[in-house]
């Protein structure tokens, strides 16, 4: 019998310690370590080392494959910011950084989930939605240093009627809330969608390569509908972190320019 493909995105206890209530006397678990935290670790220690060593370490003319390319990409984000926010306030070249943090997270993320028996942070609502309230509450923060009060002029469009002004008050709030959802679902459905499909075909061919005899030569045709699948989700992981940095730099945008 094939395995559930949603197995994969169990978040499973590593290091688990057991308490005694003393109200109740009743034992309960305490996950210290998960594989979820684990992966999250290691994502942060291959952005570290590929974005602070050789920031930190390197020369003034870099020399070193590493710091090229860092700086390259550095680059590449600083581009994104201005370009999709037109950087008519120089306080939003603070994002450039966090950014590029983000731009790697996500892709480190995706490209990670695709190694075999690892976990996709991505495939969680809980990280995605992390990232995406984190980038929202400092869009605000932006949006409100540059403002002020009349940042909460992003909520009611000028020109509009008096007598409509609370209903599209209510409107465009629930509007602007729904940005968090929506960056953070947009990101975890098609991540977790892209590796389910992956693991019914990989189950699919698997039970026919094991059936020995003729479904032997007919799994050879699930294999190379994998092969082509994995070079796509590749692609999905790129494009969804890029998506996902560019919405969020609209997004700084509109908090700039009150759109």
């Known amino acids: 019998m094939l395995s559930s493909p949603l197995e994969q995105f169990e978040v499973n206890g590593l290091v688990t310690f057991i308490f005694c209530d003393p109200s109740s006397g009743q034992p309960f678990a305490l996950n210290i370590l998960t594989n979820a935290s684990l992966f999250v670790l290691i994502l942060l220690l291959l952005l570290w080392y590929f974005c602070k060593y050789p920031l930190v370490s390197g020369r003034l003319v870099p020399t070193r494959t590493m710091q090229v390319a860092c700086e390259l990409l550095l680059e590449f984000a600083s581009g994104l910011v201005k370009e999709n926010t037109a950087a008519k306030h120089k306080i939003l070249l603070v994002f450039v950084p966090y950014v590029f943090v983000v731009f790697f997270f996500v892709l480190f993320s995706n490209f990670v989930g695709m190694v075999p028996y690892s976990f996709t942070v991505t495939s969680s609502l809980a990280a995605t939605l992390a990232v995406a309230l984190a980038s929202f ?9 540059i403002h002020r009060l009349g940042f909460l002029a992003i909520f009611l469009p000028p020109g509009c009627p008096v007598f409509i002004s609370p209903f599209i008050i209510m409107i465009e709030t629930v509007s602007y809330a729904a940005r968090v959802l929506s960056l953070s679902i947009r990101l975890f459905a098609n991540m977790m969608a892209g590796h389910t499909l992956l693991k019914i075909l ?9 059936s020995g005899g003729a479904w ?12 082509a699948v994995c070079v796509l989700e590749l692609a999905v992981a790129f494009l969804q972190a890029y998506v996902f940095t560019v919405l969020i730099c609209l997004y700084i945008k509109d908090a700039a320019e009150l759109h």
Do not use: D, H, K
Request: net charge neutral; charged share 0%.
């Open 137 to 145: 509450i400092g869009v605000n923060i932006v949006g409100a240093a």
């Open 216 to 227: 032997i030569l007919i799994g050879l045709g699930p294999l190379a509908v994998i092969s």
């Open 202 to 210: 990989a189950g699919f061919a698997w039970q026919m390569l094991t």
